[in-house]
């Protein structure tokens, strides 16, 4: 009697834990696709954030006649210290990497040739250490711009900074765009100044 009861009991938890190993097991796969639904929103979710800083990245269109796009995560900053607007990363080694765009009227009869000599002399007038890296021209809005780049020292104690310096103009304007940052950053910097340039766009 015993044993049969034994045996019955012992098939009956059997039974019981066959029902719930399945239960288990669907439980397990419910979780498992409750995972995969999760995984798939955030993944979603980060595309969607990746595109709203796109999106806040985009083009900034000025009073004066252009527009241009900030590099992504930079942020815009208008009328600040002289200039139009200025284009800012976040700081690096205490320096904070720019695009800055200065726009004034064209001085009367100065074409860009006679501006490329004026502004090669300021640099060198205006910045310590100053040496060429390159000077060239390029294509500003179909607009031809006088493209250069240079190094030179700034502060105390002095650090090296690296700039590309773009200056066309259009109707009347003389549209300086300068990239700035430390020298050491140029690698990673300069392609991104290079981009924002090529974003450039006349809306006047």
């Not at 049969?4 to 696709?33: L, W």
């Not at 009328?79 to 080694?93: E, Q």
């Amino acid at each position: 009697m015993n044993s049969r009861y034994g045996r019955t009991q012992r098939h009956a938890s059997t039974r019981v834990q066959a029902k719930v190993a399945v239960v288990d097991t669907k439980k397990i796969a419910a979780r498992r696709r409750a995972m995969s639904i999760a995984v798939v929103v955030a993944v979603g979710a980060v595309l969607l954030l990746m595109l709203a800083s796109l999106a806040r990245a985009a083009t900034v269109k000025s009073a004066r006649g252009y527009s241009i796009s900030a590099p992504d995560g930079w942020r815009v900053v208008k009328g600040a210290m002289g200039t139009d607007l200025i284009l800012m990363a976040k700081p690096t080694n205490g320096f904070q990497p720019n695009v800055n765009v200065v726009v004034r009227q064209a001085p009367r009869g100065v074409g860009l040739l006679q501006g490329r000599t004026d502004f090669e002399k300021s640099y060198q007038r205006l910045f310590a250490d100053f040496k060429w890296m390159g000077r060239g021209t390029t294509k500003v809005g179909g607009e031809t711009a006088l493209s250069n780049t240079a190094s030179y020292s700034m502060g105390t104690p002095a650090r090296k900074i690296f700039m590309h310096h773009v200056v066309t103009v259009h109707r009347g304007n003389v549209y300086s765009f300068t990239g700035t940052s430390l020298l050491s950053q140029r690698a990673a910097l300069a392609p991104q100044f290079a981009a924002a340039f090529r974003t450039i766009k006349w809306t006047l």
